[in-house]
């Protein structure tokens, strides 16, 4: 349990913090605004279509920029508390000086990050139309 606190601690904060961030700024808009005179609650504003999704926009490219410190930050939990893993491998790897090792790693986790930044624009689509290419 201690490795998977020590690597979501800060990601978990910084996505946290931005969301309240977004629904802040999302709650001043004029259709927030337009909500309030009709009548809305304010829990309903702020967790529905009307200021919630307009807000994932900048979280879910948050989401893709935090991801690589987790992978990264993965590498180093793997090491402090000498779990077996991929981390281990890459650390034994540049040791030994193992080329091929290196390199697969080095590809590995470059295409995971690759595909997690390709979903994340694939949802921002769904999410914020505004942004869909034509």
């Given at each position: 349990?201690?490795?998977?606190?020590?690597?979501?601690?800060?990601?978990?904060?910084?996505?946290?913090?931005?969301?309240?961030?977004?629904?802040?700024?999302?709650?001043?808009?004029?259709?927030?605004?337009?909500?309030?005179?009709?009548?809305?609650?304010?829990?309903?504003?702020?967790?529905?279509?009307?200021?919630?999704?307009?807000?994932?926009?900048?979280?879910?490219?948050?989401?893709?920029?935090?991801?690589?410190?987790?992978?990264?930050?993965?590498?180093?939990?793997?090491?402090?508390?000498?779990?077996?893993?991929?981390?281990?491998?890459?650390?034994?790897?540049?040791?030994?000086l193992d080329t091929p090792g290196i390199a697969g790693?080095?590809?590995?986790?470059?295409?995971?990050?690759?595909?997690?930044?390709?979903?994340?624009?694939?949802?921002?689509?769904?999410?914020?139309?505004?942004?869909?290419?034509?």
């Amino acid at each position: 349990m201690l490795p998977a606190l020590v690597v979501a601690a800060y990601p978990t904060g910084v996505i946290a913090q931005m969301t309240r961030a977004a629904l802040i700024e999302e709650s001043g808009q004029d259709h927030a605004r337009l909500e309030r005179a009709l009548g809305f609650g304010e829990t309903s504003i702020l967790l529905t279509r009307f200021a919630l999704r307009p807000a994932l926009g900048p979280v879910l490219s948050l989401i893709a920029l935090v991801f690589a410190y987790a992978i990264v930050n993965g590498f180093l939990v793997e090491a402090v508390f000498n779990w077996p893993g991929l981390g281990r491998y890459a650390a034994e790897s540049i040791r030994s000086l193992d080329t091929p090792g290196i390199a697969g790693v080095t590809l590995l986790v470059a295409l995971v990050y690759v595909l997690a930044n390709l979903v994340v624009d694939i949802l921002q689509g769904f999410v914020d139309p505004r942004t869909r290419s034509r």
